[in-house]
């Protein structure tokens, strides 16, 4: 099948959903038979979606733990892969892991703690195949229709029968978005679009460790960095960028997430500067009230 045709479906069977494992929101499946027949639609212009990822967040992953709903995607940094760092180039063996059947990557989002990532059977050789075709290490992989479970007691993330596994060039767009971007500046030069809203209800920061900038969480007498490989003992919270704003160009609307240094070069300022601004100028507030979206984010639209 090619992208951009219709597609015209003879002989084929319907049923509902499945109440469990879901990867997609419709309510209905089309399943094919022995005697389907597929054929293009000539002068066939209906419009159709464009695939997209479903991601979630860690705290969103723990909340759907063990229930076996739909099933999302995850996207992230590997740290280990079979217990080798990724920062020393780790040797895959594909005869044990054929054996084994699975790898273990233990992954980080941007914002959460890291989290242990099973790949099973063709999810596994997939990965390998991928990790080992590039020149240089991938320190990004994506993998889609992941299901969040316990194991061990801990939350743990496994690949399906459905799942695809991706890495930085493969999904090159997703890791602009998530502010990965870095690895391949060539297509950095390519991206020009016009801010056309900041999105408000979403935060547009967030506390960061002050040695390792992951996110922290408040403990009893201190804040705790959830990095596990933090060395960071006094944590000092520092706010960083983490701002989705809305962009167009001539064709297409898209959303990017600003973080960090990526925030600062737009608007000129640090976002410690501007949430320190804000609390100062309104002393009352009370303590776990969030700064709203500051001026020198709104002015950059247009």
Request: charged share 20%.
């Amino acid at each position: 099948m090619k992208r951009g045709y219709v597609y015209k479906l003879n002989n084929f069977y319907g049923s509902r959903n499945k109440t469990v494992f879901r990867v997609s929101d419709h309510t209905a499946t089309v399943s094919f038979a022995w005697n389907s027949e597929l054929s293009v639609l000539q002068d066939g212009h209906a419009p159709f979606d464009e695939d997209s990822f479903r991601f979630y967040s860690y705290e969103e992953f723990q909340a759907s733990c063990d229930l076996k709903g739909d099933l999302y995607d995850v996207v992230g940094h590997m740290k280990l892969v079979n217990g080798q760092s990724i920062k020393e180039a780790p040797v895959l063996d594909e005869v044990e892991i054929a054996k084994a059947r699975h790898v273990l990557i233990h992954i980080q989002s941007h914002d959460g703690p890291v989290m242990k990532l099973y790949l099973w059977d063709q999810a596994a050789r997939d990965f390998c195949k991928n990790f080992k075709s590039y020149e240089k290490t991938s320190t990004v992989l994506l993998v889609t229709t992941v299901n969040s479970k316990t194991l061990g007691g801990t939350l743990s993330l496994t690949s399906m029968s459905s799942s695809r596994v991706f890495m930085d060039y493969d999904v090159q767009p997703t890791i602009e978005y998530f502010g990965w971007l870095g690895s391949n500046p060539a297509i950095a030069e390519q991206c020009t679009a016009t801010i056309n809203d900041v999105v408000h209800d979403s935060g547009w920061y967030y506390i960061a460790c002050s040695g390792c900038n992951t996110k922290v969480t408040n403990g009893a007498t201190s804040m705790i960095c959830t990095n596990i490989k933090c060395e960071k003992i006094n944590v000092a919270g520092v706010a960083q960028y983490r701002s989705k704003i809305s962009v167009y160009d001539n064709s297409e609307q898209a959303f990017f997430v600003l973080l960090g240094d990526a925030g600062r070069e737009l608007t000129g300022k640090p976002a410690s500067e501007l949430v320190r601004n804000y609390f100062e100028a309104n002393g009352n507030e009370e303590g776990n009230h969030k700064a709203p979206v500051p001026g020198a984010l709104i002015s950059t639209i247009g």
